[in-house]
T-cell receptor, first 111, second 115 residues
């Protein structure tokens, strides 16, 4: 059974700082990686996806993938109080069917 | 484009009673998922449909949970009889087969409380 591990947090950062969220996964055939944001009482929403080793940037968000180390991370630059949420890491095999989620990391951005 | 629709949003029942949740995916999305999210945990896949066929139901407690997706569009998840540990948010999600990565789009969820 594929496992996705995240530090549950909470991770607390001051406004304007960089928040770094980490995720490891157990299965080497995992090929697609996602970061979902979930506000309290709301459903997850996709914020980043990454498929190749290296960095992928989208606005204030950067996803980093290292398949050899089975590690994926999310950096949030210039963190804002509105970024306070739980961030879920998810992995999926190419051509596979399951998307497996980690338990999520709670992020608090202090104004 | 309309999103994933779910109902009811909230349901409170006594243990041993039954409950049903309904989901209508984004139009054209062939893949439909039901996830269970217990407070403080990540979503756990219960069942996945491709059109009207079951792709994976390995974590569905089949003695009490059932799901169907007739005609390959909307889906119903049923719990009978409910247990206290079934208290959770039941999330329906859909994805398009045109997306190789398979991003999921979630509905607002159905929050179940079993007393």
């Amino acid at each position: 059974q594929k496992e996705v591990e995240q530090n549950s947090g909470p991770l607390s950062v001051p406004e304007g700082a960089i928040a770094s969220l980490n995720c490891t996964y157990s299965d080497r055939v995992s090929q697609s990686f996602f970061w979902y944001r979930q506000y309290s009482g709301k459903s997850p929403e996709l914020i980043m996806s990454i498929y190749s080793n290296g960095d992928k940037e989208d606005g204030r968000f950067t996803a980093q993938l290292n398949k050899a180390s089975q590690y994926v991370s999310l950096l949030i630059r210039d963190s804002q109080p509105s970024d306070s949420a739980t961030y879920l890491c998810a992995v999926k095999e190419i051509g596979g069917f399951k998307t497996i989620f980690g338990a999520g990391t709670r992020l608090f951005v202090k104004a | 484009e309309a999103g994933v629709a779910q109902s009811p949003r909230y349901k409170i029942i006594e243990k041993r009673q039954s409950v049903a949740f309904w989901c209508n995916p984004i139009s054209g999305h062939a893949t439909l998922y039901w996830y269970q999210q217990i407070l403080g945990q990540g979503p756990k896949l219960l069942i996945q449909f491709q059109n009207n066929g079951v792709v994976d139901d390995s974590q569905l407690p089949k003695d009490r949970f059932s799901a169907e997706r007739l005609k390959g569009v909307d889906s119903t998840l049923k719990i009978q009889p409910a247990k206290l540990e079934d208290s959770a948010v039941y999330l329906c999600a859909s994805s398009s087969g045109l997306s190789p990565a398979g991003e999921l789009f979630f509905g607002e969820g159905s929050r179940l409380t079993v007393l």
